[in-house]
Nanobody
Framework: QVQLQESGGGLVQAGGSLRLSCAVS????????MAWFRQSPGKEREFVSA???????YYADSVKGRFTISRDNPKKTVFLQMNSLKPEDTALYYC???????????????????WGQGTQVTVSS
């Protein structure tokens, strides 16, 4: 059974930075994809970033150049470094994992098998 636990959210002023972490317990493999999604009240869950099968990184256009995803394989942890935060980045951020994801599904939340509980990020103007 795979379990994900996010941490690192909080309240920050616009222009500030936060680093989210997602610790994984359970089975992962060389084909594991890990991702970050976010959801604001009244909106659908949206893709933020992913490391596809451990090596290729993808970003939403809205965060490209500001957010960086990374992965510590021995510690089974994925990070999301968020810089130059904007009020529109305010959301509940979720970590997601899938062990057999295909590339065309990287940005599709319904195609991920495992999810964390989420960590709140609030950016004040």
């Amino acid at each position: 059974q795979v379990q994900l636990q996010e941490s690192g959210g909080g309240l920050v002023q616009a222009g500030g930075s936060l680093r989210l972490s997602c610790a994984v317990s359970g089975g992962t493999s060389s084909t594991t994809t890990m991702a970050w999604f976010r959801q604001s009240p009244g909106k659908e869950r949206e893709f933020v970033s992913a490391i596809f099968r451990g090596n290729r990184s993808y970003y939403a256009d809205s965060v490209k150049g500001r957010f960086t995803i990374s992965r510590d394989n021995p510690k089974k942890t994925v990070f999301l470094q968020m810089n130059s935060l904007k009020p529109e980045d305010t959301a509940l951020y979720y970590c997601a994992l899938d062990n057999r994801l295909i590339l065309s599904s990287v940005r599709v939340p319904a195609d991920y098998d495992y999810w964390g509980q989420g960590t709140q990020v609030t950016v004040s103007s």
